[in-house]
């Protein structure tokens, strides 16, 4: 089965701070996804990334960079944390076009 | 911009009845998954339709695709409470990895 694990389930942070997200796969999928989900929204894709070290902004890039320095790994970094971005982040990864995303168990992040 | 639209957003079912949801999409697409996600919990995958009248079923749900008219539906067929949960439907586009996803149809089964 494919496994897909985010760092964290929970997470409280104050405003201002630099929050780091983790996001592991173990099937050597090439694209991995961060989404967040809030409420009557659906999911809104904030960057992906197709290979190693390659990123593109999704549909709601601002205040989130991100790094993929291995190709199992996929991080979510909010540089100055903001309580708009209180929310539920969501990883995924797939192996391309044609297949469907395997999903972590998400990361609620709360910030205060 | 690919758009994404579920239909209903909420959905109250009675125990044995039949429901349908809609996803309707704005861009020429011939693949879109279906996923099912319970509370608290992450995304868990459906139905993967790759082609016009592509048609899945497992248990009670069954997943269509008309490419044509950029409409899937997702039918389930003598609900029982087992199946409350939110369903998502989601587009990619040709050459793109993006998944675009509707808003969530949340299920509710009563007795």
């Known amino acids: 089965d494919v496994k897909v694990t985010q760092s964290s389930r929970y997470l409280v942070k104050r405003t201002g701070e630099k929050v780091f997200l983790e996001c592991v796969q173990d099937?050597?999928?090439?694209?991995m996804f961060w989404y967040r989900q809030d409420p009557g929204l659906g999911l809104r894709l904030i960057y992906f990334s197709y290979d190693v070290k390659m990123k593109e902004k999704g549909d709601i890039p601002e205040g989130y960079s991100v790094s993929r320095e291995k190709k199992e790994r996929f991080s979510l970094i909010l540089e100055s944390a903001s309580t708009n971005q209180t929310s539920m982040y969501l990883c995924?990864?797939?192996?391309?076009?044609?297949?469907?995303?395997?999903f972590g168990q998400g990361t609620r992040l709360t910030v205060v | 911009e690919l758009k994404v639209e579920q239909n209903p957003l909420f959905l109250s079912m009675q125990e044995g009845k039949n429901y349908t949801i809609y996803c309707n999409y704005s861009?020429?697409?011939?693949?879109l998954y279906w996923y099912r996600q319970d509370p608290g919990k992450s995304l868990e995958s459906l139905f993967v339709?790759?082609?016009?009248?592509a048609v899945k079923q497992e248990g009670r749900l069954m997943a269509s695709l008309d490419t044509k008219a950029r409409l899937s539906t997702l039918h389930i067929t003598a609900a029982v409470h087992d199946l409350s949960a939110t369903y998502f439907c989601?587009?990619?586009?040709?050459?793109?990895?993006?998944?675009?996803f509707g808003a969530g149809t949340t299920v509710t089964v009563r007795a």
């Open positions: 099937m050597d999928h090439e694209n």
């Open positions: 861009t020429t697409s011939d693949r």
């Open positions: 339709l790759l082609s016009n009248g």
């Open positions: 989601a587009v990619d586009l040709l050459n793109d990895y993006k998944l675009s």
């Open positions: 995924a990864s797939s192996t391309g076009s044609y297949t469907e995303a395997f």
